[in-house]
């Protein structure tokens, strides 16, 4: 766990994302019930009706969970639903890891409040760590509760929905205790194949030419970041 981090942060720290979470979790609306909703937007109807597609493909074709997860809506009213702090000392490419109880250990802090976030990125600066604060779209309780749509997630085009509902789904059918690397690896190796058997099962024969250019633009900037790590290591 990184030094420093009083018991007074993580009260702090948990009371905020309790807070931030039950928000959420009371803002749900059920899935069903908006599609049927004439007065729900015909765009949000449409992304709601490719999101009720791609979970039971899910279920029945990828057999990851079959619970209440993605079949409620939250609209968050912002551009993402948390941010995350993630943190490394200086001419270090090892981050800072922050334990958990239940989700284990993992290289970042994420936190629902904007200020409460750029106020913890600051303290990290102040004791001369690297910080990178980003926005989340998404995210998971690993099948604790059941996790909403997010408006966030709705942003993209239906390609990039069934992925992230893939992947989170993935994470909450096998998911260990502080080894960030394996669930990572675990989750986009489910997501990879299952976004394609959803593009292949629905005719998208574009959208899997374009998934599959974009993971290898990823994989070649992902090699390059390797090849420099591994370079800088030399220093």
């Known amino acids: 766990m990184a030094s420093g981090v009083t018991g007074c942060t ?20 059920n899935v069903g019930k908006l599609i049927r909703d004439p007065s729900t937007p015909k765009a949000l109807r449409a992304k709601l009706t490719s999101a009720t597609a791609i979970r039971r493909f899910a279920t029945e074709e990828l057999a990851l969970p079959d ?43 994420g936190y629902f409040s ?6 913890n990125a600051a303290a990290l600066q102040r004791r001369g760590l690297d910080v990178y604060v980003t926005g989340i779209t998404a995210y998971s309780t690993l099948g604790w509760f059941s996790d ?17 509902v893939f992947h989170e789904l993935a994470h909450q059918k096998v998911y260990v ?30 959208g899997l030419r374009s998934y599959e250019a974009d993971r290898k633009r990823k ?11 591994d370079e ?3 220093v």
Not at 16 to 23: A, F, I, M, N, P
């Open 148 to 164: 909403p749509l997010l408006s966030t997630m709705l942003r993209q085009n239906d390609t990039y929905l069934a992925s992230l």
């Open 67 to 109: 619970n209440s997860s993605y079949r409620s809506y939250v609209d968050v009213g912002r551009n993402d639903v948390t941010l995350a702090v993630f943190a490394a000392p200086q001419f270090s490419l090892a981050p800072v890891t922050w334990c958990f109880p239940v989700f284990g250990c993992v290289p970042y802090k």
């Open 219 to 229: 994989a070649d900037f992902l090699g390059l970041i390797s090849k420099t790590r």
């Open 177 to 206: 205790n502080g080894d960030s690397a394996f669930n990572e690896a675990f989750a986009v190796s489910v997501e990879t194949t299952g976004t394609r058997k959803w593009l292949r099962a629905t005719g998208n024969r574009a």
């Open 114 to 119: 904007r200020k409460d976030a750029l106020e």
């Open 232 to 234: 800088l290591k030399q």
């Open 10 to 29: 993580s009260i702090s720290y948990y009371a905020q994302s309790l807070e931030g979470h039950v928000e959420i979790m009371a803002a749900r609306k």
